[in-house]
């Protein structure tokens, strides 16, 4: 019998109090994930409100398709392609960053060093190069810069040149222990209660599915397609999502004047920052991956 994997929605309250103002307005799930901040946004909506839920995973998307509820709609695409929809038309954007525990829990999909699976570690696994296949060619070079911008590893350039070696010796890498155990012998210090690995898979799995740029382009079109008063709430779990957001959301949330023409109309903050949200001490003891999570809400201004 094929296993369920299951996910415990994070800052699921939170999150959706933050978001929904107007039960009868359009609001976007960007990361579907297991539908639990989807269906609590159903929860809350008017007959005449709507949700569109984008995701890249097909796993997430057959789980969605399995939603009737006429107001609800799935797209088998990451969350930059919020820029296709129209200009102005949603009343509220939810950004639930990083990976579902299904992921992390499905050895086949290899995003975690602790169970053996092929090394993989694409959201959507139909498209695009694996770990495996960019570690198979990459330079040394290459592979360091990944893992030292992505996983803020201080031992890029060794665990780069180990993994080199290893694929001149025997091969390139193929699985997920593989990889941890080339690791562990290249990091040569440890965070305490953290696997060496921790980085350099977190590394491999931004740079393969392209997150932060995406996330960039996601928080870009959120502007486009949010109404006045509109809601913008985001979910990080590192430093490096939270960062984008934080800094998007300061440098929209004051008037900025054109240097170049100091006696020009400056061009008006376009955000609002309402609030910054950490899991309770009670969630976290409960699900020890919310840990990390920072939830950050922003409102659309008039202008």
């Known amino acids: 019998m094929e296993r369920t994997w ?6 699921l309250n939170e999150a959706v109090e933050a978001l929904v103002t107007k039960p009868e307005g359009t609001y ?3 990361t579907f994930g297991r ?45 930059a392609a919020l820029s296709e929809l129209e200009a102005g038309s949603v009343t509220g954007v939810l950004l639930d960053l990083g990976i579902s525990s299904p992921q992390i829990d499905n050895p086949a999909r290899g995003f975690s060093f602790r169970s053996d699976g092929p090394l993989d570690m694409r959201m959507d696994p139909t498209r695009g190069q694996s770990a495996a296949d960019f570690l198979a060619t990459a330079s040394v070079e290459q592979i360091a810069e990944v893992i030292r911008e992505y996983g803020e590893e201080r031992f890029a350039v060794q665990v780069a040149k180990a993994i080199a070696a290893r694929r001149q010796e025997r091969g390139p890498l193929a699985t ?71 800094q998007f959301i300061a440098a929209n949330a004051r008037d900025v004047f054109d240097r170049r023409a100091p006696f020009a109309e400056p061009r008006a903050m376009k955000l609002r920052a309402i609030e910054r949200v950490k899991p309770t001490a009670d969630e976290v003891q409960a699900n020890p991956r919310s840990r990390s999570a920072i939830m950050r809400v922003a409102e659309r201004t008039d202008a």
């Open 6 to 11: 299951q996910h415990t929605t994070v800052l």
């Open 28 to 30: 976007v799930d960007a």
């Open 35 to 79: 539908g639990g901040h989807s269906r609590a946004i159903l929860a809350l909506l008017a007959p005449q409100g709507r949700l569109i839920a984008f995701d890249k995973d097909p796993e997430a998307v057959a789980v969605a398709n399995a939603i009737e509820d006429q107001r609800f709609s799935i797209r088998h695409q990451g969350f």
């Open 176 to 246: 997920t222990a593989e990889l941890a155990q080339l690791v562990a012998g290249a990091v040569k210090t440890r965070e305490p209660g953290q696997d060496p690995a921790t980085r350099t898979f977190q590394a491999l799995r931004i740079f393969v599915n392209a997150e932060l740029e995406e996330l960039q382009q996601a928080l870009t079109a959120s502007l486009h397609v949010l109404q006045p008063h509109g809601r913008l709430v985001v979910i990080s779990f590192h430093s490096l999502e939270d960062r984008i957001v934080k």
